[in-house]
């Protein structure tokens, strides 16, 4: 009898590989796709990094190496968050993982009992919720709207906070609605979270350095929350380096030696090579990432613009990431006169049959009434993707 595991069959697919699977497979049919499902960005590695992973190859890094991290990998990311956060952090409170995901997925299964509450304002990237299943905690969700730029307040943290809550998991800027949370935002949900000591949040920092609105605000720079803070950062986003796979956390001291033990079970060390080039990219200075940072800010706004012009969908004005996240709900029980249109998750199949764009439904990341729009393509294909899209939903009424 072929059976796996009830902790398998409790996780969902993860919807955005989903979509980006089906993307292949209709590019296989011979069909001009556009994809913009997946949050990778459509620049190369930089040219310095790629030297430096060559040079490691010449240099033999290929030895096991300490589960945490190269010493000076983790010196270096503990300088850069000093010089780009203003965070103490020292090489010993740095774990480097195969990923921001892996990263989250150590603190997560390092903390949570089963019964656990974690908080997570939602919409929230879609792993959160899965790698909280995981760990058998429960998922408590915040919901947020579009009229507020899918903030939350801290009204609405202190009243989802009970005895039984013991982490909370956000992202700013955040996948999947470019909001960003500026510093009187984060001091003043700070002022909540320091009134419960034994609440840690974890700080999903991964788009950090594609941020429109100026210096990136760290929560874990409000120092009377310092010590229940985790920091997560990567290398993937900033640096065109998704398939690098290397992420890090700076954590309290014990929490980052549970990281330790927790990825010494799992998978060890990260890739040394991957290692390598990581310290070239956090050892150089920010304006590198600025070229990139700015072609995403002119990206957006011919989104926004063209979105615009489609009569129904409602958008704002995200200040960072590469996402749009309109509200898309005046489509549903709409028609055009073959298919109905009954939630987000029809609109998606309905805008890749029909445009051959891939999207991703709001559903997947805890809100229904809205589709993830990455623009993480070139601007030649955003503009025929959204005259194609403007095409399509014209037809529906």
């Not at 941020?211 to 929560?219: A, E, Q, R, T, V």
């Not at 997560?232 to 986003?237: E, I, P, Q, Y």
């Not at 439904?361 to 393509?377: K, M």
Request: overall charge negative.
């Amino acid at each position: 009898m072929k059976k796996v595991s009830n902790r398998l069959n409790n996780l969902a697919e993860s919807a955005t590989l989903a979509m980006a699977r089906k993307t292949r497979e209709l590019r296989e049919k011979g069909l001009d796709i556009i994809g913009l499902s997946l949050g990778e960005p459509d620049f190369n590695t930089p040219d310095f990094i790629k030297d430096a992973a060559k040079k490691a190859i010449d240099e033999n890094y290929t030895k096991y190496m300490a589960v945490n991290g190269y010493a000076d990998l983790r010196e270096a990311i503990a300088h850069k968050f000093k010089r780009d956060n203003n965070l103490d952090y020292k090489a010993s409170q740095i774990v480097v993982s195969t990923g921001a995901k892996q990263s989250i997925a150590n603190v997560v299964l390092s903390l949570i009992n089963p019964g656990d509450e974690v908080i997570i304002p939602a919409p929230y990237w879609v792993t959160y919720e899965e790698i909280v299943k995981l760990a058998e905690g429960v998922p408590v969700f915040i919901e947020t709207s579009i009229d507020n730029d899918f903030k939350i307040t801290p009204y609405e943290l202190s009243a989802a906070i009970t005895t039984k809550t013991r982490l909370m998991i956000y992202s700013s800027p955040c996948n999947p609605t470019g909001s960003v949370y500026d510093e009187e935002e984060l001091k003043a949900l700070a002022d909540v979270i320091v009134e419960h000591p034994d609440l840690i949040v974890i700080s999903d920092e991964i788009y950090e350095h594609i941020n429109f609105i100026g210096k990136h605000y760290s929560l874990a720079n409000i120092s009377k929350v310092y010590n229940q803070v985790v920091t997560v950062n990567g290398v993937s986003k900033a640096f065109a380096m998704t398939g690098w796979r290397l992420g890090y956390i700076g954590a309290p001291q014990w929490i980052a030696d549970a990281c330790t033990k927790m990825q010494g079970q799992i998978t060890s060390g990260a890739c040394g090579i991957s290692q390598r080039a990581a310290l070239a990219a956090v050892s150089a200075d920010p304006s590198v990432t600025y070229a990139m940072r700015d072609a995403f800010k002119k990206r957006r706004d011919i989104v926004i613009e063209g979105l615009n012009n489609i009569k129904g969908v409602k958008t704002n004005v995200p200040e960072g990431a590469f996402y749009l996240f309109p509200d898309i709900s005046s489509f549903f029980g709409k028609s055009d006169g073959i298919y109905k249109i009954n939630d987000a998750d029809d609109l998606t199949l309905y805008i890749l049959n029909e445009a051959l764009v891939a999207l991703v439904s709001g559903r997947a990341f805890g809100n229904p009434n809205c589709i993830r729009f990455s623009y993480a393509a070139s601007e030649k294909e955003l503009k025929e993707a959204l005259y194609r899209m403007k095409t399509v939903l014209d037809k529906l009424n």
